[in-house]
């Protein structure tokens, strides 16, 4: 159980270009998406919560007008890159949460999307 | 400064070795999360511990959370090269549904 998909695997996109990757839940519902960056030998960087059904909540530095994201569905997150630069390139990992009522909560990953933009 | 501090940053051993992974905080968290994660991968979940003084156990992986709920390590006896990864430990605060990251540790098993 808690599997959570990401689609695509990769994509190469000329510069100026948007690109949406998709983030599913396919075993469970969540109310709770979140979004990651991630570089070459280095930890997670969150970059923004995803809530089903309002507006997410990003982290301080991250560009919302350039990272747009909608939470449509229990199941589906989707995180568009508008105007892609080559310094957007990156490991773009979704997760899903599983929250306790204390507040904790366990996230599952997707596959992560590697973007590369030309 | 991350919240949490993952110590060492980097490990090599020799298959058969044992190895000990920290991950330590000022904190205290509600609960912490240990994933493993492979070049091109998402992370794995390994473990989830809530309660301080937890102890867990997956195979050749105990898992501890410490008493006051700040700290936990990840022990390993006899690694294997299939355990070489980069291993992540992640905590939520109490009322907090973001997870704090640590900074990560290569493990490098070599054969």
């Known amino acids: 159980g808690a599997v959570v998909s990401q689609h695509p695997s990769w994509v190469i996109c000329k510069s100026g270009t948007s690109v949406k990757i998709e983030c599913r839940s396919l075993?469970?519902?969540?109310?709770?998406m979140f979004w990651y960056r991630q570089f070459p030998k280095q930890s997670l960087m969150l970059m923004a919560t995803s809530n089903e059904g309002s507006k997410a909540t990003y982290e301080q530095g991250v560009e919302k007008d350039k990272f747009l994201i909608n939470h449509a569905s229990l199941t589906l997150s989707t995180l568009t890159v508008t105007s892609a630069h080559p310094e957007d390139s990156s490991f773009y990992i979704c997760?899903?949460?599983?929250?306790?009522?204390?507040?904790?909560?366990?996230?599952?990953f997707g596959p992560g999307t590697r973007l590369t933009v030309t | 400064t991350q919240l949490l501090e993952q110590s060492p940053q980097f490990l090599s051993i020799q298959e058969g070795e044992n190895l000990t992974v920290y991950c330590n905080s000022s904190s205290v968290f509600s609960s912490l999360q240990w994933y493993r994660q492979e070049p091109g991968e998402g992370p794995v979940l390994l473990v989830t511990v809530v309660t301080g003084g937890e102890v867990k156990k997956l195979k050749r992986l105990t898992f501890q959370f410490g008493d006051a709920r700040k700290d936990s390590s990840l022990h390993i006896t006899a690694a294997q090269p299939g355990d070489t990864g980069l291993y992540l430990c992640a905590g939520a605060r109490r009322g907090d549904y973001k997870l704090s990251f640590g900074a990560g540790t290569t493990v490098t098993v070599r054969a």
């Open positions: 075993d469970f519902q969540a109310t709770t």
């Open positions: 997760s899903a949460g599983i929250l306790y009522g204390t507040g904790g909560n366990e996230q599952y």
